[in-house]
C-alpha cells in the first residue's frame, strides 16, 4: 500500500495505514496467532516498515545498499528460485522474464555473489512484504495498472518465496489498491499462462479493499481470486464554510428582494464581493467593474456560495478497528439522510404544486425550506430511533395512511422480477401449490425435496407453459425464443406451430362470430395472466409520487440502522477477516460510499457488481436523458445558443456499477438511440429515436474506457458502436445528422492520413477507444508529473494518443491499435464529459481525474486546436444528480478541501497516511496545470502558497507534516516550485525564496525523500538550488547526491551487496517507437499494497 516510491508513499485510499496494519497484527494475536516479535506501538512498526519493508526508485542507489546492508531482506539463491521457477511457471512464460531482465538475478535488489533480496519483515508466523514494482519505465502509474511486459525477478520472487519458501496458507493484500490485479495478458477466465494466477497459486487470497471502490475491487476479485473484506471510508462532515460566506449571501439577499430601480446598484455590491472573493473565476464571470450582473449571474453566485457552504467533505483518515469519533459518526449520518429527506420532500411538493419556482432557482431556499428541516428531524431521530413510525412518516411526507401504503404497493410491484424471471417464478410457485394439493402436504414421493427428477420439468408447469403459449402473440413468442437462444431448427418449427394455431383460432373464430366475449390478453400479458399474476401498469405520476414517499420512508426508518453500522463495521471488518481465515464464509454486498448507498454498510463484506447485460438499466436511462439535456442546455448558454457537435465521455467502471450506466445511457440519448429490453430484462438491441420525437441533432460522440470497465462490460462498448453505426446511417431526419456528417468527415481525414479507401470507410465510425495492450490507464502521469522530461504538451498529447489508441468497439478489431481513427474521431469534439459518483473525491483529490478527462480534454486540443468545455456528471447525490463545469467543480474542491481550515484540521488529527493524501491533491492540481491550464489559475497557487508555506490559519501545518510526513511537504513544496519552473504559476521572486528555503530546510533536516517528483529531476533540483543562497544550495546539492550514489560506484559493499541500475525500453509494444516515456527507470512502487502473509497453522498445530 505504497503508492509511488520514495518515504511520502504511504497510502492506502482513505486509511491511516499503519495504525490499520497495527491493528490488525494486534487483533490475530489476541485469536492466538503466533505474531512473536511484533513492537509495542504502531509508530515503532512503522519505523520498521520503513527501515527493512522500502523499495526505493532506481536512482537512490545510495539509500540502495544501506537497506541492503541493515534491512535484514530475505536473499533468494539461484536454485531456490529456479527450483520455484519450474514448479509455479511455464517455461515460455519465465522466458518473458528472461527476455526482458535478464538471467536471475537480474541487476535490481542483486547481490555481489549472485542472490536476490527480497524486502520483509517477520513476526513469528506472519510475514509483511512490500509490493515490489510490477514493471519497468518511467510511468509509475503504469507500473502499478498494467504494462504489457512480464513483471521482473523481485516481483515474481516475493510471491513464489510466499508460497514455496515461507509456504504461506493465506495471502492478504493490505489497502486499496496493488498491482498483482494490472498484470498483464487475459482480463477474464484466467489460465495458467496469466501472471495473476501464477503468482497466487492456490493460497486462499483476501483482499482489504476500500467500500468506495467497488470497480477495481471486482478486477482483484476477477484477476486475483480475491475475497473481498471491505473497509470504511473516511467519515463525512459539513465544510464549515459558510460563515466565510456570509457577508456575499447578505448581500444577495438584499439584492433579491430589492425594487426594480435599486436593482443595479445592488448588483453591484454583490458583483464587487464575487471578484474580491475570485467566485467569478470560478464561475467564469466578468469581472467588470460598473457592469452589473443579471438575474441569472446572481443566482449562479448564490447558488456556489451555498453549496460550498453546504458541500460534503471527508474528515479524519480512517484506521481500521477504531470507530469513528461519536461526532463524525452523527456528521456521516446526517450526510447520510439528510439531503434524501429533503429532495424528496421537495419532489413531493413539486407534484402537489406547493414547490415555487424559486426553490428549484435559488439553492439557499432549498436549504431554508427543505434542508434545514429534515436536519431536525434527523438529529430527533438520532436521539430517538423509535420515533420512526408510519405515523412520522405520514406526517413528514404529508400522506395518509391510505397513500403511504399505495406507494408500498407500487414500489414493490416495480421491484417485483420482471419478464421472463417473472414468469418462470410464478410457474414454478403453481406448480408447487399444484403438486402439494395433489400429494398433501410437503414433497410427492416421486420427487426429492431438490426438485424433479432428472431435471424434468413438473406437469403442472408443463400445462401452465402451454396455457401461456396458446395466449401469445407470434411476434412476441419468437422473439422470447430468440432471446432464450433458441436454435434455428426450433425457431422454424416454433414458426410453423404458430402459424397452424393462428390459421386453426381463425377457422374457429369465423364459425363462432361474434361472440360477445372480451378478447383474450396477448403476449406477455397473457403469459402473467395464465399465471395468475397480470402486470400492473402505473401513470408516470404515479410512480414519482411513490419513489419519493418511499426515499422518505426509508431514510426515516434506517437512521438508527445507519448510526449502528457505521459504530459497529470496525469490529465488523476484523471479525470477518479472523472468520475468514478460518475458512469461514464472507457475507457479500454492493459497493459505493456510504451518502451513496447505504446498502453499503456494515463493511467487512465481499463486494459484488452488477448485470452487465442489463444496463443501461430503467433508472440509468432515465438519468442519462435528463444529464444528457442538461449538457446541451449548458453548452448552448455557454456559447450563443449552438449546440455541441461531438461529446466525449469517459466510462468507468466504479460508476457504470453504481449508477447502473447512467453514462452510457447518456451517450446513446446523445446519439438518438434508446434500448431494447428482452424477455429477461436484457438489453441486448437498439432502435432509433424518431428524429422528431428526439428534438434535436443527432449528436456525435467519441469514448474512453478504461481497463476495468472494458473488463467487466465489454458487451456494452459493442453496444456503443453499434448505436454509432445506426445514427449515422439514420435517413429521413428532421433535423441535422450530425452523427453522419461526422463519419463523412472522419473518412475523409483518414484517407488524408494514407489509411486506404475500404480501412477508412470501416474505421471512419470507431467511436470507442481504451488502453493498447490491455492496459487500465492512459499511461501518462508518470510522464507529466516528470517535468524535466517533456517541454511541449504535445508530447504527453501524443503519448496519449499512443496508449489510449486501441479500438474496442467490435469483436472483430478487439485491441487493435488505431491511433489515426482515434485521431479522426476526436475531431469537431466540444464537451468533455466525466463521471463523478463518490463523495470521497474530486476532480483534484483523485489523479485518475485528471489523466483520463485531463488527458482527453490535452488530446483534443492538439488535435482539433480548440480547447473543449469540461462538465463532470455528478452522480453523487442521488436525487439531484447534475452537470457541473470543471472550474467550478474545482473551485468547490479547493475552497472547501485543502483551503479550508476545519478540513485541514480534520486531516492534521491523522499521520503520514494524512499528510500524503494532502500532497497528492496539490500533485493533481499540477497535473491539471499541465492537461487544462483555464481550469487552473493563478490565484490558486497563490493560496496554496498561503495555506502551506505562510500558514496563514495559523494551525502549525509545518509541524504537524514535520512530526508525521517530512517527505509530503518535501512533495508540496516541490511540485510548487515545478509549476512555476514549468511556467504554469507566474509566482513573485519573495515567494520562489520562501518556498525554495522551506524545501530545502526539510531534505538537510530529514534528508531526500527518494520521491518520484523531485528524486530524479535535475532540472527542478537545479532551479530549487538556484532560488537559494550558495551555501544552502551546495549543502542541498551534497544531500541529493548522497541518496543517488552507490558506494564505490557499485563496487562491493561490507556486506558483499551491490545495487545496479535496472533499465529497460518503452513497454508499449507496436507503439514503443512512439512513445515519449523513455528514459530511466522508475524502479519501484513502494509497497504499493502491502502483502500480508500469514502462516495459519493447521488444526492440529499450536497456534
Request: charged share 25%.
Amino acid at each position: 500500500y505504497y503508492k509511488g516510491p520514495g518515504q511520502n508513499a504511504l497510502t492506502a485510499a482513505g486509511m491511516e495505514v499503519v495504525p490499520s496494519l497495527y491493528n490488525l497484527l494486534v487483533r490475530m494475536k489476541q485469536e492466538g496467532y503466533n505474531i512473536s516479535g511484533l513492537p509495542a506501538n504502531a509508530e515503532e512498526l512503522g519505523k520498521m516498515i520503513q527501515a527493512q519493508g522500502a523499495v526505493f526508485n532506481s536512482y537512490a542507489e545510495g539509500a540502495f545498499n544501506d537497506f541492503m546492508q541493515k534491512g535484514h531482506p530475505e536473499l533468494i539463491t539461484k536454485d531456490q528460485y529456479e527450483s520455484w521457477v519450474k514448479e509455479s511457471l511455464r517455461p515460455e512464460k519465465y522466458q518473458e522474464v528472461v527476455d526482458a531482465f535478464g538471467e536471475f538475478p537480474g541487476n535490481y535488489m542483486a547481490t555481489n555473489d549472485g542472490k536476490l533480496g527480497i524486502a520483509r519483515l517477520q513476526f513469528g508466523n506472519v510475514v509483511l512484504m512490500p509490493q515490489n514494482a510490477a514493471g519497468s519505465g518511467d510511468n509509475s502509474f503504469q507500473v502499478i495498472h498494467g504494462t504489457n511486459m512480464a513483471p521482473p525477478h523481485t516481483y515474481i520472487a516475493s510471491y513464489l518465496w510466499m508460497q514455496h519458501g515461507f509456504k504461506a496458507d493465506a495471502l492478504i493484500h493490505f489497502g486499496t489498491h496493488g498491482s498483482l490485479e494490472f498484470t498483464p495478458r487475459k482480463q477474464v477466465a484466467l489460465c495458467s499462462n496469466d501472471w495473476p494466477d501464477r503468482l497466487v497459486g492456490a493460497v486462499p487470497h483476501f483482499y482489504i479493499y476500500s467500500i468506495g471502490n467497488v470497480g477495481e475491487g471486482m478486477m482483484a476479485k476477477r484477476r486475483s481470486y480475491a475475497t473481498i473484506q471491505s473497509y470504511l471510508t473516511p467519515p463525512f462532515l459539513e465544510s464549515s464554510v459558510r460563515g466565510i460566506y456570509r457577508e456575499l449571501m447578505e448581500k444577495i439577499k438584499i439584492y433579491n428582494n430589492s425594487h426594480k430601480e435599486n436593482k443595479d446598484q445592488e448588483s453591484l455590491a454583490v458583483k464587487t464581493l464575487t471578484v474580491k472573493m475570485g467566485i467569478h473565476r470560478d464561475l467564469g464571470l466578468d469581472s467588470i467593474a460598473n457592469k452589473p450582473y443579471t438575474e441569472d449571474e446572481i443566482a449562479r453566485v448564490e447558488n456556489f456560495a451555498e453549496e460550498l457552504a453546504t458541500e460534503k467533505i471527508t474528515g479524519q483518515l480512517y484506521t481500521m478497528g477504531v470507530p469513528y469519533e461519536a461526532e463524525r459518526i452523527t456528521s456521516s449520518v446526517y450526510a447520510m439522510a439528510t439531503e434524501p429527506i429533503a429532495y424528496s420532500l421537495l419532489a413531493l411538493d413539486k407534484q402537489r404544486g406547493k414547490a415555487t419556482d424559486a426553490v428549484s432557482k435559488h439553492r439557499s431556499l432549498f436549504t431554508q425550506q427543505y434542508l434545514t428541516p429534515a436536519r431536525h428531524l434527523v438529529e430527533k431521530l438520532l436521539a430517538n430511533p423509535a420515533l420512526a413510525t408510519d405515523e412520522l412518516i405520514c406526517r413528514t411526507a404529508g400522506i395518509t395512511a391510505q397513500e403511504l401504503a399505495k406507494a408500498r404497493q407500487i414500489e414493490a410491484d416495480r421491484n417485483a422480477p420482471k419478464g421472463m424471471m417473472a414468469m418462470m417464478m410464478a410457474a414454478s410457485a403453481k406448480s408447487e401449490q399444484s403438486d402439494e394439493k395433489k400429494a398433501g402436504k410437503g414433497h410427492p414421493a416421486s420427487v426429492s425435496k431438490e426438485g424433479s427428477p432428472h431435471g424434468q420439468m413438473p406437469e403442472s408447469m408443463k400445462e401452465a407453459m402451454k396455457k401461456m403459449g396458446a395466449n401469445m402473440d407470434p411476434e412476441k413468442a419468437m422473439e422470447m425464443a430468440k432471446s432464450m437462444g433458441a436454435s434455428p431448427e426450433a425457431l422454424k418449427k416454433m414458426e410453423a406451430g404458430m402459424k397452424a394455431n393462428k390459421e386453426k383460432a381463425a377457422g374457429s373464430s369465423d364459425k363462432q362470430g361474434n361472440s360477445g366475449k372480451q378478447e383474450k390478453p396477448q403476449g406477455m400479458a397473457a403469459m402473467m395472466a395464465a399465471m395468475g399474476k397480470a402486470p400492473k401498469e402505473y401513470s408516470k405520476e404515479e410512480i414519482e409520487l411513490a419513489l419519493a414517499i418511499a426515499e422518505v420512508e426509508r431514510t426515516i426508518k434506517n437512521v438508527g440502522n445507519y448510526k449502528n453500522a457505521l459504530l459497529t463495521s470496525p469490529e465488523e471488518e476484523l471479525s470477518s477477516l479472523m472468520n475468514a481465515l478460518k475458512g469461514g464464509y464472507t457475507a457479500p454486498t454492493p459497493g459505493g460510499d456510504p451518502i451513496a448507498n447505504p446498502n453499503a454498510l456494515p463493511t467487512g463484506r465481499n463486494m459484488y457488481a452488477i448485470n452487465a447485460e442489463a444496463t443501461p438499466t430503467e433508472s440509468a436511462w432515465e438519468k442519462g436523458i435528463a444529464l444528457a439535456k442538461q449538457t446541451i442546455d449548458t453548452y448552448k448558454q455557454r456559447h450563443n445558443d449552438s449546440i455541441p457537435r461531438k461529446v466525449s465521455y469517459t466510462l468507468w467502471s466504479s460508476e457504470f456499477i453504481e449508477t447502473g450506466g447512467a453514462t452510457i445511457a447518456q451517450v446513446l440519448y446523445m446519439l438518438g438511440v434508446e434500448p431494447v429490453r428482452d424477455a429477461f430484462g436484457r438489453v441486448s438491441d437498439l432502435k432509433l429515436i424518431p428524429s422528431a420525437e428526439l428534438g434535436r441533432p443527432r449528436i456525435d460522440v467519441v469514448v474512453q474506457t478504461s481497463g476495468q470497465l472494458r473488463d467487466i462490460a465489454a458487451s456494452r462498448l459493442f453496444l456503443i458502436n453499434r448505436a454509432v453505426e445506426m445514427a449515422a446511417a439514420a435517413k429521413d431526419d428532421k433535423f441535422e445528422n450530425q452523427v453522419a456528417a461526422s463519419v463523412v468527415e472522419a473518412e475523409r481525414a483518414l484517407t488524408e492520413k494514407g489509411v486506404s479507401p475500404k480501412d477508412a470507410r470501416e474505421m471512419a465510425s470507431f467511436r470507442v477507444f481504451g488502453g493498447a495492450n490491455g492496459m487500465y490507464g492512459t499511461g501518462i502521469q508518470g510522464m507529466v508529473e516528470s517535468g524535466d522530461r517533456w517541454e511541449s504538451e504535445s508530447e504527453i498529447a501524443d503519448t496519449y494518443l499512443n496508449n489510449m489508441g486501441a479500438f474496442y468497439g467490435d469483436e472483430k478489431h478487439w485491441e487493435v491499435f488505431q491511433k489515426f481513427a482515434f485521431e479522426a474521431a476526436l475531431n469537431s469534439t466540444d464537451v468533455v464529459v466525466q463521471p463523478r459518483q463518490s463523495n470521497t473525491w474530486g476532480a483534484l483529490s483523485l489523479d485518475h481525474v485528471y489523466e483520463f478527462m485531463g488527458g482527453m480534454n490535452l488530446a483534443v486540443r492538439n488535435v482539433t486546436g480548440k480547447d473543449p468545455d469540461a462538465y463532470l456528471s455528478d452522480y453523487r447525490n442521488r436525487n439531484n444528480m447534475k452537470m457541473q463545469e470543471l472550474k467550478e467543480a474545482v473551485g468547490v474542491e479547493s475552497r472547501t478541501t485543502i483551503l479550508n481550515p476545519t478540513y485541514i484540521k480534520e486531516k492534521m488529527k491523522g499521520g503520514a497516511s494524512a499528510a500524503s493524501e494532502v500532497a497528492q491533491t496539490v500533485t493533481n492540481t499540477y497535473g491539471w496545470n499541465v492537461m487544462k491550464p483555464a481550469a487552473i489559475d493563478k490565484e490558486l497557487w497563490d493560496n496554496i502558497y498561503d495555506v502551506y508555506v505562510k500558514d496563514e490559519y495559523k494551525l502549525n501545518v509545518k509541524d504537524f507534516f514535520e512530526k508525521q510526513n517530512p517527505a509530503a511537504l518535501q512533495e508540496v513544496t516541490a511540485v510548487m516550485m515545478e509549476t512555476a519552473r514549468k511556467g504554469y504559476w507566474k509566482a513573485s521572486p519573495e515567494q520562489l525564496s520562501n518556498i525554495a528555503k522551506l524545501h530545502t530546510d526539510l531534505v538537510r533536516q530529514f534528508g531526500p525523500s527518494g520521491s518520484g517528483f523531485t528524486g530524479d529531476n535535475a532540472k527542478l533540483q537545479q532551479f530549487i538550488a538556484s532560488q537559494v543562497d550558495a551555501q544552502t544550495a551546495a549543502n542541498y546539492n551534497k544531500e541529493l547526491k548522497q541518496m543517488k550514489q552507490a558506494t564505490l560506484d557499485g563496487e562491493a559493499t561490507k556486506g558483499g551487496m551491490v545495487l545496479k541500475k535496472q533499465s529497460s525500453d518503452a513497454v508499449q509494444g507496436a507503439q514503443e517507437e512512439q512513445n515519449s516515456l523513455n528514459g530511466g527507470l522508475i524502479a519501484g512502487i513502494v509497497l504499493v499494497a502491502f502483502v500480508v502473509m500469514l502462516l495459519i497453522l493447521k488444526k492440529k498445530r499450536k497456534k
